[in-house]
T-cell receptor
Framework: NAGVTQTPKFRVLKTGQSMTLLCAQD?????MYWYRQDPGMGLRLIHY???????AKGEVPDGYNVSRLKKQNFLLGLESAAPSQTSVYFC?????????????FGPGTRLTVT | AQKITQTQPGMFVQEKEAVTLDCTYD???????LFWYKQPSSGEMIFLIY??????QNATEGRYSLNFQKARKSANLVISASQLGDSAMYFC?????????????FGKGTKLTVNP
């Protein structure tokens, strides 16, 4: 099983450029999440989705947009990248109604903004 | 205020010894869950163990056990018989229900180094 996959794995952007990170899961999970991980900060929630067509803001949403047009995909967009968005981005998913709501993580995308 | 506090930025342990990684949490919810994830140098997040707030017994998974003290709001991870491959970052996280979704709040992590 592929589980949660993320595209791309690495990317370098110049300030002001835009890009979209793709997250795909094949577990038919309802809930999906985007996190960023910075040194010494743990993981912080950017945006999340509780189902197809829905999105909501997390702890650090500024500068990002998301879309969930299909249940299996969750896209994270940066419209005008800034050096402060240099980070490792993780996507995760979980099934609504599960006992533990364990989140399954993708391998991460390392983004550098110069 | 931090919801998840991991007070040990780094820990060292000798191979084959046991180690405890500390985690305290803050919540007013009655129903919540606590997780530990491992992040090796390769970067992936690996689920280790889960404890529900209503679980009366401490969770165990192989060499991992969670020392859950509800009144003290602590959920420490105990790794027995440490192995070199246990060297990694360890994150404690709490599941809480907000905005119609179950979300995880992470601590800042503890870097564990296992010495031969």
């Amino acid at each position: 099983n592929a589980g949660v996959t993320q595209t791309p794995k690495f990317r370098v952007l110049k300030t002001g450029q835009s890009m979209t990170l793709l997250c795909a899961q094949d577990m038919n999970h309802e809930y999906m999440y985007w996190y960023r991980q910075d040194p010494g900060m743990g993981l912080r929630l950017i945006h999340y989705s509780v189902g197809e067509g829905t999105t909501a803001k997390g702890e650090v949403p500024d500068g990002y947009n998301v879309s969930r047009l299909k249940k299996q995909n969750f896209l994270l967009g940066l419209e005008s990248a800034a050096p402060s968005q240099t980070s490792v981005y993780f996507c995760a998913s979980t099934q609504s109604g599960s006992i533990t709501y364990e989140q399954y993580f993708g391998p991460g995308t390392r983004l550098t903004v110069t | 205020a931090q919801k998840i506090t991991q007070t040990q930025p780094g820990m060292f342990v000798q191979e084959k010894e046991a180690v405890t990684l500390d985690c305290t949490y803050d919540t007013s919810d009655q129903s919540y869950g606590l997780f530990w994830y491992k992040q090796p140098s390769s970067g992936e997040m690996i689920f280790l163990i889960y404890q529900g707030s209503y679980d009366e017994q401490n969770a165990t998974e192989g060499r991992y056990s969670l020392n859950f003290q509800k009144a003290r709001k602590s959920a420490n991870l105990v790794i027995s018989a440490s192995q070199l491959g246990d060297s990694a970052m360890y994150f404690c996280a709490m599941r809480e229900k907000r905005g119609g979704s179950e979300k995880l709040v992470f601590g800042k992590g503890t870097k564990l180094t296992v010495n031969p």
